[in-house]
């Protein structure tokens, strides 16, 4: 068989670009737009405490333990109150906070001070110097060698300092 020929050259047939172009744009911004981000479900990073009933608790009961620093006029520490007993001031004040944060938690790395805080609550003119000795006793001590920190209570938190330029205007 025999293809017939017209006589014309056979012309050349070349794809539109301009309206594939817009095509594939219109495409992408429908797909942008009705794009829906769901965040993963039932994901939660929960840590149920783990309960063993077969021996009871001898472990203190949880609570805040609260240190109050009082200052004198000057700035200087007049009196450290661990809740509401007054521990004083003098060289040996820090020591006797330590301790005293010590007994309430019983040892070092007691469970219970994960889930424990301090809260230091300082006068608005109290030298920092003090509030840092505060955290410091609160927090641990060095063991006998002074090169390892024994952790008692790693969390910490301020109270609004009391008294201040607002307080007394």
Same mark, same amino acid.
């Given at each position: 068989? /025999?293809?017939?020929?017209? +006589? ?12 594939? %172009? ?13 794009? $829906? ?7 939660? @990073?929960? $840590? ?23 200052? @004198? ?6 009196? %450290? ?6 521990? &004083?001031? +003098? ?7 330590? $301790?005293?944060?010590? /007994? ?5 790395? $007691? ?28 927090? &641990? ?5 002074? /090169? ?14 009391? &008294? ?6």
């Amino acid at each position: 068989m /025999k293809l017939r020929s017209s +006589g014309r050259e056979a012309e050349k047939i070349e794809p539109q670009m301009a309206p594939m %172009i817009d095509v594939v744009f219109q495409l992408l911004i429908f797909f942008m737009l009705t794009l $829906n981000i769901v965040e993963p479900e039932g994901d939660f @990073n929960v $840590n149920m405490p783990i309960t063993d009933d077969s021996t009871p608790s001898d472990e203190l009961p949880m609570f805040d333990i609260k240190v109050r620093l009082v200052a @004198n006029e000057d700035g200087s520490l007049n009196t %450290i109150r661990l809740g509401q007993v007054n521990l &004083g001031n +003098g060289p040996n004040v820090f020591a006797g906070l330590n $301790n005293e944060i010590l /007994k309430i938690i019983g040892r070092p790395g $007691n469970p219970i001070t994960k889930d424990m805080e301090v809260e230091i609550e300082a006068d608005y003119n109290l030298h920092f110097e003090y509030t840092l000795k505060a955290v410091s006793a609160c927090t &641990g001590r060095l063991d006998s060698s002074g /090169k390892h920190i024994i952790r008692y209570i790693e969390k910490i938190k301020f109270a609004p300092p009391v &008294g201040g330029p607002a307080a007394g205007s």
